[in-house]
């Protein structure tokens, strides 16, 4: 048994205690229900640390519901992938040097959010520990996941390795970006009804990279993007659906992309803007980031002495 899962046996927590946190598996604990089990919350006895609930739910709840993406800012979407991205970079590298998890069933739905929207990745049922002492690891196995997030070459094939993983991200960042869910079919002009992916695919083929990016755009927020940041995230997004596996990004590179995409939206501001949010005469009225960019651009602002603030240098 390697090092990895010799450790990783602390974390165990004896049935006696999971029956006695869940009051013996009772309906009044009971969240719901995955692919392959009931979902229970508990709380667990002072000898264990106590879990985080996620209180917000599932990315796919909010994605879901277009009164709740439109309260999910472009911002938040962001840092919402960037935590779930090194999430995924820690199964893949950050168990030791010779295991890893591939977690074979990513979805937006297995990405749970707390009270702070910080994410969380969820329901392990089908991830696989492999070896990483060897350049290219492949797993032959039966494919399982969940339609329109599962890699074809995976499914076609029944060839694990953690690429599997990056594609199935991929999918779940175009969700966050067009506020389109993967299993729910879209009409495309005059053809017929498409999945997330495949509309993505013709986006790309019919219009190139930068028309289709624009026309993949979530409208509820369209409003609050910066270009720069979409385009940044869209192009490591597309590139993670590459149905060549050696084409497809390493977590690391998605991390740092999704980064500079981040970075990108939060310098829309100058970096006293909130001051002068604070200090503005009469109260500046915005309902983004990008409004109050174009509200600061576009005329002069007083401050509360009345001195006279030139249009930022943004």
């Excluded at 995976?154 to 175009?174: A, H, P, Q, T, W």
Aim: aromatic share 10%.
């Amino acid at each position: 048994m390697s090092t990895s899962r010799v450790n990783l046996e602390k974390y165990r927590i004896p049935l006696a205690e999971i029956i006695q946190a869940t009051k013996h598996f009772s309906s009044e604990t009971l969240v719901g229900d995955g692919g392959f089990s009931m979902v229970y919350r508990g709380q667990l006895s002072n000898h264990w640390e106590n879990q985080q609930y996620a209180t917000n739910r599932s990315l796919d709840y909010h994605l879901n519901d277009p009164d709740k993406r439109s309260r999910l800012t472009w911002e938040q979407r962001l840092k919402i992938c960037l935590g779930t991205a090194r999430g995924v970079n820690y199964l893949h590298s950050g168990l030791g040097k010779h295991c890893r998890v591939i977690h074979t069933d990513f979805k937006s739905a297995n990405v749970l959010l707390d009270e702070n929207m910080e994410a969380k990745i969820c329901d392990f049922g089908l991830s696989r520990f492999c070896p990483r002492n060897q350049q290219d690891t492949l797993v032959r196995t039966r494919p399982c996941g969940t339609r329109c997030y599962i890699d074809p070459v995976y499914n076609e094939r029944g060839r694990l390795s953690k690429e599997c993983d990056i594609y199935s991200f991929g999918v779940v960042m175009f969700e966050v970006s067009s506020g389109m869910m993967a299993y729910k079919l879209r009409p495309l002009k005059d053809t017929n009804e498409l999945f997330l992916i495949d509309i993505v695919r013709s986006y790309y083929d019919d219009h190139g990279l930068v028309d289709g990016l624009d026309r993949l755009k979530d409208p509820t927020i369209k409003d609050q993007i910066d270009m720069r940041s979409f385009h940044k995230f869209n192009e490591i997004a597309h590139e993670c659906i590459n149905m060549d596996r050696k084409k497809r990004p390493t977590m690391d590179k998605i991390i740092k992309a999704i980064e500079e995409a981040l970075d990108f939206q939060e310098r829309l501001l100058p970096q006293d803007y909130q001051e002068i949010i604070a200090r503005a005469v009469p109260p500046l009225d915005f309902g983004s980031k990008k409004q109050l960019y174009f509200c600061l651009s576009d005329s002069h602002t007083f401050l509360n002495d009345g001195y006279l603030v030139n249009r930022p240098s943004l």
